[in-house]
């Protein structure tokens, strides 16, 4: 059976995601996690996408970004590629790294465009790693809110854009961590059934 194609229009907006194989860990250290970040850095500046959040877990990562060009696919070939063939020659191992193609969800809703980065900023907590999404380092959250420094490659203005003007990004913050916060029971609950770390 032929895969689906998958949507890309120049401008299109993607929340993306992409899993070991058979749930096998994609990162061991806070190391491996810094390199598929820094990749990350990499393929969202050369390519001009525009990332609004960011999760690397124990076994996947997520991604919510903007492609002014529809070159998702070749990206997201490269970042994982790249990571893999890393991955590999540090642990010794041969074969996929990654399992099935990278996940891809179109946002063309407003509701899934205030939804996605919220859902991926609570990944951990879902997963039961942390109590808290400030708790977590390896996500757009703490940037977000004004915890951390912004990588050079999350586009905060453009992720907050829904919670306030330019002029304000503290109200922006505010409103951004109180969306989020609205959600954190439900997600501390899921945490006691989640698999994936």
Same mark, same amino acid.
């Given at each position: 059976?032929?895969?689906?194609?998958?949507?890309?229009?120049?401008?299109?907006?993607?929340?993306?995601?992409?899993q070991?194989?058979?749930?096998?860990?994609?990162v061991?250290?806070d190391?491996d996690?810094?390199?598929l970040v820094?990749?990350?850095?990499?393929?969202?500046?050369?390519?001009?996408w525009?990332?609004?959040?960011?999760?690397?877990?124990?076994?996947h990562?997520?991604?919510?970004?903007?492609?002014?060009?529809?070159?998702?696919?070749?990206?997201?070939?490269f970042?994982?590629?790249a990571y893999?063939?890393y991955?590999n020659?540090r642990?010794?191992r041969?074969?996929?790294?990654?399992g099935?193609r990278?996940?891809? !969800?179109? #946002? /063309?809703?407003?509701?899934?465009?205030l939804? +996605?980065?919220?859902?991926?900023? %609570?990944?951990?907590? =879902?997963a039961?790693?942390?109590?808290?999404?400030?708790?977590?380092?390896?996500?757009?959250y703490?940037?977000?809110?004004g915890l951390a420094?912004a990588?050079?490659?999350?586009?905060?203005k453009?992720?907050?854009a829904v919670f306030?003007s330019? !002029?304000? #990004? /503290?109200v922006?913050r505010?409103?951004?961590? +109180?969306?989020?916060?609205d959600a %954190?029971p439900?997600? =501390?609950?899921?945490?006691r059934?989640?698999?994936?770390?």
């Open positions: 059976m032929a895969r689906r194609l998958r949507r890309q229009y120049p401008g299109a907006r993607h929340h993306i995601g992409t070991g194989t058979n749930s096998c860990a994609i061991h250290d190391s996690r810094f390199v820094s990749l990350m850095d990499t393929i969202v500046v050369e390519r001009a525009i990332c609004t959040a960011f999760c690397v877990m124990t076994t990562y997520h991604m919510v970004v903007e492609t002014p060009d529809p070159d998702l696919d070749r990206g997201i070939h970042l994982n590629g893999a063939q991955f020659r642990y010794g041969n074969g996929h790294l990654f099935d990278y996940f891809s !969800r179109v #946002i /063309e809703r407003d509701e899934h465009a939804e +996605a980065p919220r859902y991926v900023d %609570l990944n951990p907590v =879902r039961g790693v942390c109590a808290s999404p400030e708790e977590w380092r390896w996500s757009s703490r940037a977000l809110v420094p990588p050079r490659w999350l586009c905060v453009a992720a907050l306030g330019d !002029r304000d #990004i /503290e922006a505010r409103r951004y961590a +109180a969306f989020v916060a %954190l439900a997600a =501390r609950l899921a945490a059934t989640d698999w994936s770390r």
